[in-house]
């Protein structure tokens, strides 16, 4: 007999050997229906998994977390399944899900994949799950596994990086997949899917090696939801912030800085008013500011450990015989300010934030707007403290971050990444009190967090926060690491309350991540139509007629200006109808009309971005509604 604990803290004995799905269905059919998967002992394994031992399990169902990623795998190997029946010469990459679908890369030889294939291959999948081929998985040796994949060299490859002896194989109507699963146990399980585009992939995102065809896709448990995802799709595109960018003025990109932008006259009032934002914001947080240059000797990289480690994403030139770097994040020059005082204490906790314009070389293909860029202005914080600071510190800033998210209208939960299991400095000690300190700090903060064992960066554990866009989108933005590195190469030191010199605790902390990518992510959640606060420009001025109303304009502008309120006017020689529309396509939060009434009595006529109620009101009266929106960032 085996003994199973449930989530509930109950548990039953069964019969050494029963499957999973057996022991679902025992406790209820409709739990078997839902049944994707289980966990046992915190491991995910299949549905026909024989169970010998104790365990604790937990049943993956449909509307589980790791249901998504289950069935977009599922279908990943569906398509593989059907691309090596009408391409018969097709070698298998890899097929994983990703954060809304799925991909798989494949070696079709000369044969060149076209849009119109698409079609073709998801009628075959189509066909391939109506068939309801059962999916099965067993375990051979890499040996055997070789035999098995003796003409697929890819899948040898994968083979030979397997850890241990044996390989996860799975057989869906005769189509065989390396894989450690867990899958659908039916094709038919997979049949809410759509391919969605045709990409280039170099084989393991190795530049050396082999382009390959990628093709994404994205697979749901019902239709309707996959409706509902392809019209997000579609609504996204309208959004792209490249689209907007260019309709708004904001920004550009020239072939003769491929991936460093080019701010424009109205995306600098954005990126400035953002900038003002955080820069209020971490003032009454008790931050200091700081600024480092932005090339810096070899031999500081080589202390930070980047030089040797990073290198190859590094900008580098010769200053005096003397080889430099352009600096690819802020780090090392914040060490370099610290070192630059004694510290005691007293001192502590220590905020040093610093907006840094970096430079990292990233590979041509990978750029994409400003969600991708080669230089972007990082928000950094260094914050320095003693070992029992961690807690309420942690807790201040995540506090911070839920403050400033909340004025942009983004949900986010919280992960926590943990040591990695084999690259790692520092003592194992040192992390447990780490991650527990970081844990403490998210429930002192009041927010739960799902942890990601083994994801923590080598120097530390870290909390990501992931935002929720409008249209349910997931960025990573925020972050919070502790660093048992660089205090340690740097030699940082403060002094105690015994007069002793001790390490001080780091945390790299991030809230926008880059003011770049920020401004992306914003741009399309706000489809442009940012709020009064932060829009570029706040006021558009539509005089009735220029021969009357021109100089009371004018005064009108000064008024506007002199309250630091951005705007600007239309004065061209068009129709009174077309410049308010247009107005309103480009999105500006208010558009005064000015005529007789208004000039007369020392007013204005506004008409709000998305309405069509005009409002007349008192020229102090509509620079306090401005100076209200500003004040309260709404």
């Known amino acids: 007999m085996v003994k199973l604990q449930f989530p509930d803290g109950s548990s039953r004995e069964y019969e050494e050997g029963i499957e999973v799905i057996k022991v679902a269905e025992m406790i209820s059919p409709s739990l078997k229906k839902k049944c994707v ?138 189509y065989l997949e390396i894989c450690r ?139 005096d015989d003397n080889e430099f770097a352009i600096k690819p994040m802020n780090c090392p020059g914040g060490m370099l300010v610290y070192k630059n005082s004694i510290h005691s204490y007293r001192d502590f906790p220590l905020r040093l934030a610093e907006l840094g314009l970096v430079h990292r070389h990233e590979a041509s293909g990978a750029l994409n707007g400003l969600f991708r860029v080669r230089t972007f202005t990082q928000d950094d914080a260094h914050v ?20 400033v998210y909340e004025v942009f209208d983004l949900k986010f939960h919280i992960e926590l990444s943990t040591r990695p299991e084999e690259k790692y400095i520092g003592e194992i000690e040192t992390w447990d009190i780490a991650e ?78 880059s003011l770049e990518r920020f401004i992306g992510i914003i741009t399309e959640h706000y489809a442009g139509a940012f709020p009064t606060w932060l829009a570029p420009i706040q006021v558009r001025i539509i005089p009735v007629n220029m021969n009357y109303h021109y100089e009371y304009c004018e005064s009108l502008k000064k008024v506007l200006l002199d309250n630091s309120i951005r705007v600007e006017e239309d004065y061209r020689e068009e129709k009174l109808g077309y410049k308010i529309r247009e107005s309103q396509t480009a999105k500006i939060p208010y558009t005064l009309v000015i005529g007789d009434n208004e000039v007369a009595n020392n007013q204005v006529t506004y008409r709000k971005h998305g309405t069509q109620a005009q409002v007349t009101v008192s020229v102090e009266e509509f620079v306090n509604l401005i100076l209200e929106h500003n004040k309260n960032n709404n």
């Open 37 to 174: 998967a289980a966990k046992l002992n915190d491991v995910l394994v299949d549905l026909d998994t024989k169970i010998n031992a104790d365990a604790s399990i937990v049943f993956v169902t449909v509307d589980s977390p790791e249901a998504f990623e289950i069935l977009n795998h599922s279908t990943a190997h569906l398509l593989a399944h059907a691309v090596s029946i009408l391409y018969p010469n097709a070698k298998m990459g890899v097929g994983p899900a990703i954060e809304e679908g799925f991909y798989y890369d494949f070696d079709l030889g000369e044969e060149k994949l076209e849009p119109a294939d698409l079609v073709k291959i998801e009628k075959k999948m189509m066909e391939l799950s109506s068939k309801e081929f059962p999916v099965k998985h067993y375990d051979l040796t890499k040996e055997e596994a070789k035999k098995l994949m003796a003409n697929d060299p890819y899948k040898l490859e994968l083979i030979d990086a397997v850890e241990g002896d044996m390989v996860h194989v799975y057989d869906q109507g005769g």
């Open 181 to 319: 699963g867990p899958h659908m146990t039916t094709t038919k399980k997979c049949r809410f899917f759509k391919l969605l585009n045709i990409a280039g992939a170099y084989w393991r995102g190795d530049s050396n090696n082999k382009m390959l065809t990628r093709i994404y896709g994205t697979s749901w448990f019902s239709e309707d939801k996959l409706k509902e995802h392809l019209q997000n799709l579609e609504d996204r595109k309208l959004r792209d912030h490249r689209k907007i960018g260019r309709e708004l003025e904001l920004f550009m990109i020239s072939d003769y800085g491929p991936g460093f932008p080019f701010w424009l006259p109205k995306g600098m009032l954005l990126k400035n008013a953002l900038v003002s934002f955080w820069t209020d914001v971490h003032t009454k947080a008790g931050y200091q500011f700081i600024q480092t240059p932005i090339m810096l000797n070899r031999e500081l990289w080589e202390t930070s450990g980047h030089w040797f480690n990073y290198k190859e994403n590094m900008y580098t030139s010769t200053v």
């Open 384 to 403: 320095f403290m003693t070992t029992d600071q961690i807690c309420d510190e942690i807790a201040n800033i995540i506090s911070l971050y839920k403050k």
């Open 436 to 513: 527990k300190a970081l844990a403490e700090a998210c429930e002192k903060a009041g927010f739960a967090y799902k942890l990601n064992p083994g994801d923590g960066a080598f120097y530390g554990p870290k909390l990501d926060f992931k935002l929720k866009d409008s249209m349910n989108r997931i960025w990573q933005c925020g972050t919070i690491q502790l660093d048992m590195n660089l205090p340690e190469r740097f030699d940082l030191t403060y002094v105690a309350e015994d007069g002793s010199k001790k390490r001080p605790v780091m945390v790299h902390r991030a809230l926008f991540g």
